[in-house]
């Protein structure tokens, strides 16, 4: 196994199925990236434990990680294992009185519940070796156009954010019936939603 960390976490608009790509890489190689596609909502869930920020809500993968660190002796390490047909596999190594119990996931939940952790995130080194790509050039060459891991981080972030602000106040609207709130609200979310295809 090789221990990795998140390098960067880009969205792809232009891709046949648009959405975020996080890029692992080892420490102290930074000539090959280990590409792996996420979802929105995960790709928020890895910025918001990258920039160590809590909402005033718990959000599942919070959630998680208190119920992994409450009933069971804490998560030792997450391993992306394997890769079938295209499709990463991998497993959170739990501690427990027997030693260690090994948990499916997908590699994006594993990741964020790392991160809330601050656990090792390894890679076996066959995946490692089959799906990484060549990075051009080294990151201290890399165009200064391209957005710096912060700032990708920060975006991500504030967008997950706003969207729990707005999330919060569309169900505040419907719980006191105030429904024209409610659809200004909507429209709101939507218009999020088409801003983060666009961007």
Known sequence: MIEVIVKNILFFAQAAAPGYTLFLQTRDDDERSLPIVVGQFEAQAIALALEQINLDRP??????????TNMTEGLDSVVIQKLKEGTFYAELNVKNEEGIEKIDARP????ALALRARVPIK?????????SISMPVASEQMDKSEPTLAENV???THRAELRFDLERDLREAILSE???KAALIRD???A???SEMRS
């Open 108 to 111: 994006s939940d594993a990741i």
């Open 123 to 131: 890679v076996s080194r066959e995946v490692f070796e089959e799906a």
């Open 154 to 156: 920060s975006e991500i």
């Open 192 to 194: 999020l939603s088409l």
């Open 59 to 68: 959000m599942t993968h919070d959630l998680l990680s208190q119920v992994i």
């Open 188 to 190: 709101k979310l939507n």
């Open 178 to 180: 105030d429904y024209e």
